[in-house]
Nanobody, 119 residues
C-alpha cells in the first residue's frame, strides 16, 4: 500500500504561480511513477504531468507544457507540481497518483487539492 497526501492548493489570480506537493508513505520502494491529474466540474479527469520515480523522465499534457513543471525528491518521497502563468482553465481539483512496478495503472490516489484561478 502507498498513501498519498497532497497540499498546496488554493485560490490565486490568473497569471499567478502555485506549487503543489504530494507526500508518499508506505511501500514507497514499490513506486515506479507518480503523476498529477486534475478534474474540473463537468469534465473528465485528465493527466497533467507524470514522472518516473527513479529516472525522473517526465511527460506533460499539451495544455500545460511550458507552464507546469513536475519534479520529485526521492529522499523525501515527495513529488511537486510547479504551476506558472495560471489561467482560468487550470481551475480544478488536482490529484496525485502513484503507479507501482506491479501495475500499469495508477492504483494509489491522494484525496485531492483544489486549485481555483480567478480573473
Amino acid at each position: 500500500q502507498v498513501q498519498l497526501v497532497e497540499s498546496g492548493g488554493g485560490l490565486v489570480q490568473a497569471g499567478d504561480s502555485l506549487r503543489l506537493s504530494c507526500a508518499a508513505s508506505g511501500r514507497t520502494f514499490s513506486i515506479e511513477a507518480m503523476g498529477w491529474f486534475r478534474q474540473a466540474p463537468g469534465k473528465e479527469r485528465e493527466v497533467v504531468a507524470r514522472i518516473t520515480w527513479r529516472g525522473g523522465n517526465t511527460f506533460y499534457a499539451d495544455s500545460v507544457k511550458g507552464r507546469f513543471s513536475i519534479s520529485r525528491d526521492t529522499a523525501k518521497n515527495t513529488v511537486y507540481l510547479e504551476m506558472n502563468s495560471l489561467t482560468l482553465e487550470d481551475t480544478a481539483a488536482y490529484y496525485c497518483a502513484a503507479r507501482t512496478f506491479a501495475s500499469v495503472e495508477y492504483r494509489y490516489w491522494g484525496q485531492g487539492t483544489q486549485v481555483t484561478v480567478s480573473s
